[in-house]
């Protein structure tokens, strides 16, 4: 196994051992993102010189014997959806092209706390608003198993960024699935938080009451790693929640037993992949030879899930990118006449496509006369999905499904089609709207050598829980030890 | 309605008032005014990309105190929404504030009128982030305006009344009030030159036809800089509205509400436009606050802290020093620091009387002449209270007090002092003054026949002989019941 091919456990062990140093390691990658990056496309900006003077310095600290934080000199890469004091955040669109933030969000500032090397800032779909990240407005990023297919969505290029081993470790969010989605089309470990469980401070907003920052990596170790650091407290996140974060790693190989998984006939319908399916199946298999109980659980609202999704998040959004009007800061438009053309030339040529769609769809439900019918409507929905969930937990302490309906579709397959596009999350979305913990882990590849996820969702807050769970399986497979050739 | 109107005025008031926080509502930027532009923002306050509202817990609860003085209901549950629409003052293009279920609703306040106190109701008050401020252009050259933020953010009361208000002077007296209370509970400086506190005025009249009435179209009138420019926009408005409906016959409902400007400079409301429908601001809750839940617990906190309000000080002015209403109301409408003022002059002196009367003539003539409050009147209030003895004891007429009053003020000197300066601290017994009152009436035949006549004139030159003989110190009022004792027992 090459150096970059490590998960951060085994990177962790090599510069402890003092086996290899943070700037060799640093150097390591940065080389890999020269090499690959071409390629896969993963990376929006680099910040070399950066991570290699903070390498340095993590080097300097442990030749000294200074108290080393948790991530002391492994690289990590930020979804270009965080803001980053003094590098440019774009959320991938034009409107953003050259917003340098002045401060930092509260997963970065954590990050920095613990001696994380940041190393680049990776594409999205714009605004977050994709299962594909071919709505970024700069580059399409490939799927690091197949160039030709897409890494998922939104956080494409965190997931690519990992599994192409540019970087070990990487941050997400999640909104309807774009930290699951990506994670499962790229065979890693990626981990949605329960909403509340991770500040949002800094994150720049799609659908506020939905979006969670995660993390992504090759082990469950790696994510349960990453979510030490970032989970807890903010007060600068009113819905961040006041719960202690339990040290996720340290009981991470004990199993849970006893241990009942939920099966939901509602993932396993119309649409589904056969292989995706089979994978599934026996996941569930091995979870039975580690002597769980596997039993039905019903979702009965699950089906209305993606409606209330494109409600519930586009009438937020629409709220949310108003700001983005060239007055402040960001995109203006060359040539106006007066205050309201300056607006809509602005943002007519600032955002693309599917983000016009979405505020255009998001005025729409808030609008009067179609408030109650929708929006309204729609929260009442999510209540009832919610509801559901809750039943579910009762009986069950895991449910698990595939996380996307097939593997990485083809570049360019869906652009035409939104409606088939919104499909892709179509077993992700809930667990946003119920506000869940939830976690994909590799289970699988195709004949054709596309990876397959396992999708496991736990009640709020039951994390630790939910990585034991998927570490049992993880232990008894290899899939999340396969690398892509590139 | 006013007797000589030939209409009913109907007036009801959103007031906006900036509470006196440190920080912003949101953020934990400087509130004070007059900064240099945009220099007291942050990242929030600014709406950069991924920052988050935390609510300011002590505008909260300047807020709760506010309503609780206005006696509302204070709902247990209450919600941010967010309010859409765009305008560069608005840097998120969203303002956070309260829909549908605002911390409280209903309540009153009372208002001292002419006729008596009359209550104005309530609809609701709700707690809201305020905007910043638009500098234009007014050179006329086309440049680019100007936005200033520092204003973003701050923490700003709706108070929304029913159209309660009969009168222009009603709606002015009720601004009034309204501004004591505020001041009072120290919730809002009310300062309207500096905005913070602005009034919308809604308006139309009822003319009385066959058993009932018709009613104009409502008007809301905006731009409204102080009390006195309000008053004068709705009889303005209201003559204008008459003359309109006799001109054109339209009533409410007819034609689309339509919001009007007052021009201060010419004195007319100027239409601006008629809003075919009401704007659509796409409320939807705030996903990036968290309801607020007042317990009673909390609630009987505020309410422990709250201070006598001003209607109560003047009922209790009214009983315990058997002020009139008038006296009561013009000293508590000067605000607390001046009703403690006359309270300390009217329990030094036990002269209530005298003290509400010094109160509210001198001293407050003074405090108008100087611009000045009552905190930086030179004269605390035991050297009035001992003005007041000195006065009484040494029976000095109240001209001769008023000298000595304006000598403290200039000098700094204590009563007694300048009383013996001037050789005031002379008294006549009641029989050195009535030998003084026979002389004169004896010396001016001509004088006494007129006074009997009915000619009230003629009793000046008969007290003056006396004050003249006394080098003035004698006092006016007592020469006078002696002359016309002396009179009556004197028939002619
Ligand atoms: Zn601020």
């Given at each position: 196994?090459?150096?970059?091919?490590?998960?951060?456990?085994?990177?962790?062990?090599?510069?402890?051992?003092?086996?290899?140093?943070c700037?060799?390691?640093?150097?390591?990658?940065?080389?890999?993102?020269?090499?690959?990056?071409?390629?896969?496309?993963?990376?929006?900006?680099?910040?070399?010189?950066d991570?290699?003077?903070?390498?340095?310095?993590?080097?300097?600290?442990?030749?000294?014997?200074?108290?080393?934080?948790?991530?002391?000199g492994?690289?990590?890469?930020?979804?270009?959806?965080?803001?980053?004091q003094?590098?440019?955040?774009?959320?991938?669109s034009?409107?953003?092209?050259?917003?340098?933030?002045?401060?930092?969000a509260?997963?970065?500032?954590?990050?920095?706390?613990?001696?994380?090397?940041?190393?680049?800032?990776?594409?999205?779909?714009?605004?977050?608003?994709?299962s594909?990240?071919?709505?970024?407005?700069?580059?399409?990023?490939?799927?690091?198993?197949?160039?030709?297919?897409?890494?998922?969505?939104?956080?494409?290029?965190?997931?690519?960024?990992?599994?192409?081993?540019?970087?070990p470790?990487?941050?997400?969010?999640?909104?309807?699935?774009?930290?699951?989605?990506?994670?499962?089309?790229?065979?890693?470990?990626?981990?949605?938080?329960?909403?509340?469980?991770v500040?949002?401070?800094?994150?720049?907003a799609?659908?506020?009451s939905?979006?969670?920052?995660?993390?992504?990596?090759?082990?469950?170790?790696?994510?349960?790693?990453?979510?030490?650091?970032?989970?807890?407290?903010?007060?600068?996140?009113?819905?961040?929640?006041?719960?202690?974060?339990?040290?996720?790693?340290?009981?991470?190989e004990?199993?849970?037993?006893?241990?009942?998984?939920?099966?939901?006939?509602?993932?396993?319908?119309?649409?589904?992949?056969?292989?995706?399916?089979?994978?599934?199946?026996?996941?569930?298999?091995?979870?039975?030879?580690l002597?769980?109980?596997?039993?039905?659980?019903?979702?009965?609202?699950?089906?209305?899930a993606?409606?209330?999704?494109?409600?519930?998040?586009?009438?937020?959004?629409?709220?949310?990118?108003?700001?983005?009007?060239?007055?402040?800061?960001?995109?203006?438009?060359?040539?106006?006449?007066?205050?309201?053309?300056?607006?809509?030339?602005?943002?007519?040529e600032?955002?693309?496509?599917?983000?016009?769609r979405?505020?255009?769809?998001?005025?729409?439900?808030?609008?009067?006369?179609?408030?109650?019918?929708?929006?309204?409507?729609?929260?009442?929905?999510?209540?009832?999905?919610?509801?559901?969930?809750?039943k579910?937990?009762?009986?069950?302490?895991?449910?698990?499904?595939?996380?996307?309906?097939?593997?990485?579709?083809?570049?360019?397959?869906?652009v035409?089609?939104?409606?088939?596009?919104?499909?892709?999350?179509?077993?992700?979305?809930?667990?946003?709207?119920?506000?869940?913990?939830?976690?994909?882990?590799?289970?699988?590849f195709?004949?054709?050598?596309?990876?397959?996820?396992?999708?496991?969702?736990?009640?709020?807050?039951?994390?630790?829980?939910?990585?034991?769970?998927?570490?049992?399986?993880?232990?008894?497979?290899?899939?999340?030890?396969?690398?892509?050739?590139? | 309605?006013?007797?000589?109107?030939?209409?009913?005025?109907?007036?009801?008031?959103?007031?906006?008032?900036?509470?006196?926080?440190?920080?912003?509502?949101?953020?934990?930027?400087?509130?004070?005014?007059?900064?240099?532009?945009?220099?007291?923002?942050?990242?929030?306050?600014?709406?950069?990309?991924?920052?988050?509202?935390?609510?300011?817990?002590?505008?909260?609860?300047?807020?709760?105190?506010?309503?609780?003085?206005?006696?509302?209901d204070?709902?247990?549950?209450?919600?941010?929404?967010?309010?859409?629409?765009?305008y560069?003052?608005?840097?998120?293009?969203?303002?956070?504030?309260q829909?549908?279920?605002?911390?409280?609703?209903?309540?009153?306040?009372?208002?001292?009128?002419?006729?008596?106190?009359?209550?104005?109701?309530?609809?609701?008050?709700?707690?809201?982030?305020?905007?910043?401020?638009?500098?234009?252009?007014?050179?006329?050259?086309?440049?680019?305006?100007?936005?200033?933020?520092?204003?973003a953010?701050?923490?700003?009361?709706?108070?929304?009344?029913?159209?309660?208000?009969?009168?222009?002077?009603?709606?002015?007296?009720?601004?009034?009030?309204?501004?004591?209370?505020?001041?009072?509970?120290?919730?809002?400086?009310?300062?309207?030159?500096?905005?913070?506190?602005?009034?919308?005025?809604?308006?139309?009249i009822?003319?009385?036809?066959?058993?009932?009435?018709?009613?104009?179209?409502?008007?809301?009138?905006?731009?409204?800089?102080?009390?006195?420019?309000?008053?004068?926009?709705?009889?303005?408005?209201?003559?204008?509205?008459?003359?309109e409906?006799?001109?054109?016959?339209?009533?409410?409902?007819?034609?689309?509400?339509?919001?009007?400007?007052?021009?201060?400079?010419?004195g007319?409301?100027?239409?601006?436009?008629?809003?075919?429908?009401?704007?659509?601001?796409?409320?939807?809750?705030?996903?990036?606050?968290?309801?607020?839940?007042?317990?009673?617990?909390?609630?009987?906190?505020?309410?422990?802290?709250?201070?006598?309000?001003?209607?109560?000080?003047?009922?209790?002015?009214?009983?315990?020093?058997?002020?009139?209403?008038?006296?009561?109301?013009?000293i508590?409408?000067?605000?607390?620091?001046?009703?403690?003022?006359?309270?300390?002059?009217?329990?030094?002196?036990?002269?209530a009387?005298?003290?509400?009367?010094w109160?509210?003539?001198?001293?407050?003539?003074?405090?108008?002449?100087?611009?000045?409050?009552i905190?930086?009147?030179?004269?605390?209030?035991?050297?009035?209270?001992?003005?007041?003895?000195?006065?009484?004891?040494?029976n000095?007429?109240?001209?001769?007090?008023?000298?000595?009053?304006?000598?403290?003020?200039?000098?700094?000197?204590?009563?007694?002092?300048?009383?013996?300066?001037?050789g005031?601290?002379v008294?006549?017994?009641?029989?050195?003054?009535?030998?003084?009152?026979?002389?004169?009436?004896?010396?001016?035949?001509?004088a006494v026949?007129?006074?009997?006549?009915?000619?009230?004139?003629?009793?000046?030159?008969?007290?003056?002989?006396?004050?003249?003989?006394?080098?003035?110190?004698?006092?006016?009022?007592e020469?006078?019941?002696?002359?016309?004792?002396?009179?009556?027992q004197?028939?002619?």
């Open positions: 196994m090459e150096l970059i091919e490590h998960s951060a456990r085994d990177l962790l062990g090599l510069l402890d051992r003092g086996e290899i140093t700037e060799e390691l640093t150097t390591a990658y940065l080389e890999a993102i020269r090499q690959r990056d071409t390629k896969v496309q993963a990376f929006v900006s680099v910040q070399a010189a991570a290699l003077e903070q390498a340095r310095r993590v080097d300097e600290k442990r030749r000294r014997g200074q108290p080393l934080g948790k991530l002391a492994l690289p990590v890469a930020i979804k270009d959806v965080l803001c980053t003094g590098v440019p955040t774009t959320c991938c034009k409107i953003l092209q050259n917003f340098i933030p002045p401060y930092d509260h997963v970065i500032e954590r990050l920095k706390q613990e001696d994380a090397v940041l190393i680049g800032k990776t594409n999205m779909d714009e605004f977050a608003m994709g594909s990240t071919e709505n970024s407005a700069f580059q399409i990023t490939r799927n690091p198993w197949d160039l030709e297919r897409t890494p998922g969505g939104s956080s494409g290029g965190s997931a690519a960024a990992v599994a192409a081993c540019e970087v470790l990487s941050i997400g969010s999640d909104t309807g699935g774009s930290i699951r989605q990506p994670a499962s089309l790229c065979g890693i470990v990626g981990l949605k938080p329960t909403y509340g469980r500040s949002r401070y800094g994150l720049v799609f659908a506020s939905l979006d969670q920052v995660g993390p992504f990596g090759h082990e469950v170790y790696d994510v349960a790693l990453l979510m030490e650091v970032i989970a807890g407290h903010d007060k600068r996140d009113s819905t961040s929640v006041p719960e202690p974060v339990p040290p996720y790693r340290e009981k991470l004990e199993p849970v037993r006893p241990l009942t998984i939920g099966v939901a006939c509602e993932y396993f319908g119309e649409g589904l992949d056969a292989e995706v399916e089979r994978a599934v199946r026996e996941a569930l298999e091995v979870y039975r030879r002597g769980a109980t596997v039993r039905d659980v019903s979702l009965p609202h699950s089906k209305y993606v409606a209330t999704y494109y409600i519930v998040a586009t009438a937020e959004a629409s709220s949310n990118l108003a700001r983005y009007d060239g007055v402040h800061y960001g995109y203006r438009a060359k040539k106006f006449d007066n205050m309201i053309h300056m607006y809509s030339r602005t943002r007519g600032g955002f693309g496509p599917e983000v016009k979405r505020i255009m769809l998001g005025t729409y439900v808030l609008s009067r006369g179609y408030y109650e019918a929708y929006y309204l409507k729609a929260l009442k929905v999510r209540r009832l999905i919610k509801e559901d969930f809750d579910a937990f009762a009986e069950c302490d895991v449910i698990a499904g595939p996380t996307s309906p097939t593997p990485a579709f083809k570049i360019g397959e869906r035409a089609d939104p409606l088939a596009m919104y499909l892709s999350d179509i077993y992700t979305i809930s667990c946003n709207l119920a506000g869940i913990a939830g976690i994909s882990i590799p289970c699988g195709t004949k054709s050598g596309l990876p397959i996820g396992l999708q496991l969702l736990a009640p709020p807050f039951a994390e630790e829980k939910l990585l034991r769970i998927a570490r049992m399986y993880e232990r008894e497979t290899d899939w999340h030890q396969q690398r892509p050739r590139l | 309605m006013s007797a000589e109107l030939p209409y009913r005025v109907v007036i009801g008031l959103e007031v906006h008032v900036q509470l006196l926080t440190e920080t912003k509502l949101f953020c934990g930027c400087s509130t004070k005014f007059g900064l240099p532009p945009n220099s007291a923002t942050c990242p929030v306050c600014i709406g950069m990309p991924g920052v988050l509202p935390v609510m300011n817990r002590r505008a909260f609860e300047l807020a709760l105190k506010a309503a609780l003085a206005l006696n509302a204070i709902a247990p549950f209450t919600k941010w929404d967010r309010k859409n629409y765009y560069p003052d608005l840097p998120k293009n969203y303002q956070i504030s829909y549908d279920l605002p911390f409280s609703r209903n309540g009153w306040l009372e208002i001292p009128t002419a006729q008596g106190k009359k209550k104005v109701r309530l609809i609701r008050v709700h707690l809201e982030e305020d905007a910043g401020k638009m500098l234009h252009d007014e050179t006329g050259m086309g440049r680019d305006s100007l936005v200033d933020l520092n204003r953010g701050t923490p700003l009361l709706e108070i929304v009344t029913r159209p309660d208000m009969n009168s222009p002077e009603e709606a002015r007296l009720f601004l009034e009030e309204l501004r004591l209370l505020l001041r009072e509970l120290k919730v809002s400086d009310c300062e309207m030159q500096e905005g913070s506190l602005r009034v919308d005025a809604n308006i139309n009822h003319i009385p036809q066959g058993d009932g009435y018709v009613a104009t179209p409502i008007v809301e009138v905006k731009n409204l800089n102080s009390f006195r420019s309000v008053e004068r926009a709705m009889a303005y408005e209201a003559q204008r509205q008459y003359e409906f006799r001109r054109t016959g339209k009533k409410l409902g007819e034609v689309p509400k339509a919001t009007a400007g007052w021009d201060e400079d010419h007319v409301t100027v239409v601006q436009r008629r809003k075919e429908e009401a704007s659509d601001y796409r409320y939807f809750p705030e996903p990036d606050l968290v309801p607020v839940l007042v317990d009673q617990a909390w609630l009987e906190r505020i309410r422990a802290e709250l201070p006598e309000l001003p209607s109560v000080r003047r009922e209790r002015f009214q009983t315990q020093y058997q002020l009139s209403a008038y006296d009561a109301g013009v508590v409408s000067q605000g607390l620091a001046f009703a403690d003022y006359f309270e300390k002059v009217a329990q030094l002196t036990g002269d009387k005298a003290a509400a009367n109160c509210t003539n001198q001293v407050l003539q003074v405090l108008n002449e100087r611009k000045i409050t905190e930086s009147f030179p004269l605390p209030a035991e050297s009035l209270a001992d003005l007041i003895r000195k006065q009484r004891q040494y000095v007429n109240p001209q001769r007090a008023r000298e000595v009053f304006a000598e403290m003020l200039k000098s700094g000197e204590a009563a007694e002092t300048i009383i013996r300066r001037l005031l601290d008294s006549f017994s009641t029989e050195q003054l009535r030998e003084l009152v026979r002389k004169s009436l004896a010396s001016q035949p001509k026949a007129d006074l009997r006549a009915g000619k009230a004139k003629a009793m000046d030159a008969l007290v003056g002989q006396v004050m003249r003989e006394t080098r003035g110190k004698a006092p006016a009022d020469v006078r019941r002696l002359i016309q004792e002396e009179l009556a004197t028939p002619a």
